[in-house]
């Protein structure tokens, strides 16, 4: 009888204990089973199509995920626990970059997620409430998805080729983020809003609140005799250790 060599995997637990996720989603379990990576995870790090369009890192998760979900429906502070949680499956916890003209190494597997406020959370619905505080409109937001991100990226795309001096991400990224407007939830509306009634100091309210409710995980650190936390740059060299 043949001997069957299985790759061995690790259990993620997810920044949002899968709160986000309707019951009948397998996310809804908060947590993720992933695979140590193989020669065949690096051929997809080195693959040029993929990596001249943007997607090396999305192909990699996918083909570490061993349970049976659907990659597009993670929320991205997820889907941040899991890029993380591929670099150690990878290459191992520890981490070298330079911040501040400084070298660091960071043990990854000591970086947590961040505490969740669950009581903002209704178990299974992916919508949150908000008051701009200048205006008093009422707006109601959801956590973006990677098939939101991927939509966002094709929409930026498409103004890119109309015009290039255009730079429309915030704005683009609140159209997609934003559910409804005082209780009107058609698209043309909340897009109308954003363009010519939405505050600049109501939407850097929202986006802190967003930031807020946001399941993630904490990519920050204490650089040597600092007070002040900062954030753990990833480059090339997170998946790419020897570049």
């Not at 010519?196 to 409710?213: C, G, H």
Request: net charge negative.
């Amino acid at each position: 009888m043949e001997n069957k060599i299985l790759t061995p995997t690790e259990t993620i637990e997810l920044p949002s204990k899968g709160l986000i996720y309707p019951d009948s989603n397998p996310l809804s379990s908060g947590k993720i089973e992933m695979k140590y990576m193989t020669a065949k995870e690096e051929d997809i790090l080195t693959n040029a199509n993929y990596i001249n369009k943007g997607i090396v890192i999305d192909e990699l998760i996918k083909s570490l995920i061993v349970s049976n979900v659907k990659y597009e429906d993670l929320i991205i502070g997820d889907k941040n626990a899991l890029i993380v949680a591929a670099r150690i499956l990878g290459y191992g916890k520890d981490y070298t970059f330079t911040y501040d003209g400084e070298e660091y190494t960071i043990d990854l597997s000591t970086v947590d997620n961040k505490p969740l406020k669950e009581e903002l959370y209704t178990k299974g619905v992916n919508e949150f409430s908000f008051t701009l505080p200048t205006t008093g409109v009422s707006v109601t937001f959801k956590l973006l998805t990677s098939h939101d991100e991927k939509k966002i990226n094709t929409e930026l795309e498409g103004i890119k080729k109309i015009n290039k001096n255009i730079s429309s991400e915030m704005s683009t990224r609140l159209k997609h983020l934003i559910t409804s407007v005082n209780g009107d939830k058609d698209p043309k509306t909340v897009r109308e809003f954003v363009d010519t009634q939405l505050l600049a100091r109501d939407s850097k309210a929202l986006r802190e609140y967003v930031k807020e409710v946001q399941p993630d995980v904490d990519l920050t650190f204490f650089p040597y005799e600092d007070d002040e936390k900062a954030t753990i740059p990833i480059g090339l060299d997170f998946f790419w250790p020897a570049s």
